[in-house]
């Protein structure tokens, strides 16, 4: 099971490393950009751009294409394996399959490490009402529903390392403790959006109350009219499964 | 093993169940250890026992065991008993014996390869008056044996509505697969295990969804926030068996009805019936009546009542594994193969 991990802390940082995850974050948001721009956007010289960019693509993490440069595919393979022991994945995919076949909407499956919350499986449902893929990407906004019912979940520090990382964070203090509690009272948070899309979302622990992460139903807004009670059901029953079973296959798993 | 040396037991899973055999093994002065994945449960066993407690199933097989308890949620019986069985342990896992029949199968198939005895525990067979009523039917003292109409029928009952006993991917099933496959056991030992011919039957949810399950009587429902409840309340079912013999079964953890709970079995036979009444818990008479006729004198019925001592089955049982582990003799406990019939038939009637 994770452990809660702490920050950078207090220990010595490299600078030039943080620089190049600063030029990897870029590429990630542009989609594509020049070494002038990025030397622009990071307040850093041309040269030293262009030394990280070589660097990078020498080993494979960055490519070039018409001009610009992109991310390398290579980071896939980083992700894969970042994810692959990840327990409620383990045990998530199936649970999340079978409620994205009952209801046809989009299942998906996230996870809080170090303050940023992870989409890190997602199976489209028939009616999807949105078809952007959200795997690998950053859980930004406080006010979607898988954000929500992690949030309600998290110990105040790891709560506020997660509110600094994200883009749209709650108007206050009151206003959020008023939103997770009433999470925390129906077991299921709802997306919170002026939008064509609703979802509902469930917090997954383990037996022992850890935090393993959340799982979600995202489709077109009518669904979510009709049936926002039992989707909520579907959606809380799977987690409670998912929390027996991770729980009991990792106990049962551990070697000595 | 020789009689009398001392024995140490692992219990996997300590719930209510764990901790009600581990309560019977300190009384009969058997050693034990456990391991439990809730640590609040792992808190309480041993704060009560003073019991060690290993932090996986895996961990404490590595101690110097004889034998291991399973009773941990139905699903997870299969990798307790595959574990313990593949280093040569003997074991006893509660009933059922898996969640499902693939599950159950593998066990076996795990049983076959080991020099572990694997067996499941229908503690109910250890009643005396169970016992007596079997004794009974073996002399011929029925004739033969043509129809057990039994039923396990509780008026409100549904145990801990919203936790994996009322989940059909942790437990495998509802009212069939908790007290149902002791009916069944029943049966099929008084019978002899015989070949299952036909089963038919029909599985019903009709309390689990209504939200007044209990309000009206003020009972509760545990967990407000707990909605797991997929599985059957009732079910009602025919077997007949190789040679034409039958029975009916009416299990259910619900229903509508004037007692409380209501453990029946009524066998009938060509010369001869009996009724068995089997109480819940352990302070209440069993009732076993039999029903004959004579000729001696005029043509008349003999109605009998039968008074037995009314022990603790579940602590015989621990007792018969206790022999089984020193002996290698089997005695009443039922044996994996046996509890593998009893779970085919509720297979079949799940049409799993």
């Known amino acids: ?256 | 093993m020789t009689p009398n040396e001392p024995l140490e037991v692992g219990i996997v899973g300590l719930g209510t169940r764990g901790l009600s055999l581990a309560e019977r093994l300190d009384d009969m002065g058997i050693s034990f250890v456990g391991t439990e994945i809730n640590q609040q449960a792992a808190a309480v066993f041993e704060t009560r026992f003073d019991g060690r407690i290993y932090q996986t199933p895996a961990e404490m097989y590595e101690s110097d065991l004889d034998a291991v308890l399973i009773s941990t949620p139905n699903k997870f019986h299969e990798s307790a008993a595959v574990a313990a069985l593949d280093r040569g342990l003997d074991i006893l896992i509660e009933k059922p014996l898996a969640h499902t029949v693939d599950s159950a199968e593998r066990i076996v198939a795990a049983a076959r390869e080991s020099e572990g005895q694997c067996f499941v525990g229908f503690d109910r067979r250890f009643s005396d008056t169970v016992q007596t009523l079997r004794a009974y039917a073996n002399e011929g003292r029925f004739g033969d044996v043509t129809h057990v109409e039994a039923r396990y029928v509780r008026r409100r009952g549904i145990p801990s509505f919203g936790t994996w006993y009322t989940s059909k991917a942790i437990a495998g099933g509802g009212a069939l697969i908790d007290i149902g496959v002791h009916v069944i056991d029943l049966i099929l030992h008084l019978y002899g295990f015989p070949d299952v011919e036909t089963v038919a039957g029909t599985t019903r949810r009709e309390f689990g969804d209504h939200d007044d399950y209990a309000a009206a009587l003020n009972l509760w429902k545990n967990e407000a926030n707990s909605r797991m409840f997929d599985v059957e309340d009732s079910a009602t079912a025919f077997i007949e068996f190789a040679g034409g013999r039958t029975a009916s079964i009416e299990v259910a953890w619900a229903a509508n009805c004037a007692e409380a709970v209501s453990h029946r079995y009524r066998v009938r036979g060509t010369d001869g019936g009996a009724d068995l009444h089997i109480p819940s818990g352990t302070d209440r008479e069993h009732e076993l009546s039999v029903f004959e006729t004579s000729t001696s004198g005029r043509p008349h019925f003999v109605d009998e009542t039968v008074d037995t001592t009314h022990r603790d089955a579940t602590a015989l049982q621990l007792a018969a594994f206790r022999d089984a582990i020193r002996t290698g003799e089997s005695g009443h406990l039922a044996t994996d193969e046996e509890a593998l019939a009893t779970q085919r038939v509720v297979g079949r009637l799940y049409d799993d």
Request: aromatic content about 4%.
């Open chain 1, 1 to 256: 099971m994770s452990e809660e991990q702490s920050s950078a802390g207090d220990g010595k940082v490299i600078k030039s490393v943080e620089r190049n995850l600063a030029i990897l974050e870029e590429l990630r948001r542009q989609h594509g950009v020049g070494v002038a721009e990025l030397a622009s956007a990071l307040d850093a010289s041309r040269s030293t751009v262009h030394h990280h960019l070589t660097t990078l693509r020498k080993h494979g993490y960055v490519t070039q294409r018409d001009g610009e440069y992109h991310l390398g595919i290579r980071y896939l393979s980083l992700g894969g394996e970042a994810i692959r022991t990840n327990d409620l994945l383990a045990g998530g995919t199936h649970a999340v399959n079978d409620l994205v076949d009952e209801t046809g909407l989009t299942g998906r499956i996230a996870v809080e490490e170090n303050g940023y919350v992870v989409c890190i499986y997602e199976e489209p449902g028939e009616a999807a009402g949105e078809s952007a893929v959200q795997i690998g990407k950053q859980v930004r906004t406080w006010r979607s529903a898988i954000a929500r019912a992690m949030l309600s979940q998290l110990s105040p520090e790891r709560l506020e390392a997660v509110l600094d990382n994200v883009d749209e964070a709650p108007p206050s203090r009151a206003a959020l403790d008023d939103a997770l509690e009433t999470v925390r009272e129906r077991g299921v948070a709802f997306d919170d959006r002026e939008r064509d899309a609703g979802a509902v979302a469930a917090p997954v622990t383990s037996i022992n109350g850890e935090l393993l992460g959340a799982i979600s139903l995202t489709g077109a807004r009518e669904h979510f009219e009709d049936d926002a009670a039992s989707l909520a059901d579907a959606v809380s029953t799977t987690a409670e499964v998912l929390q027996i079973n991770t729980t009991y296959d990792h106990w049962m798993n551990t070697e000595p």
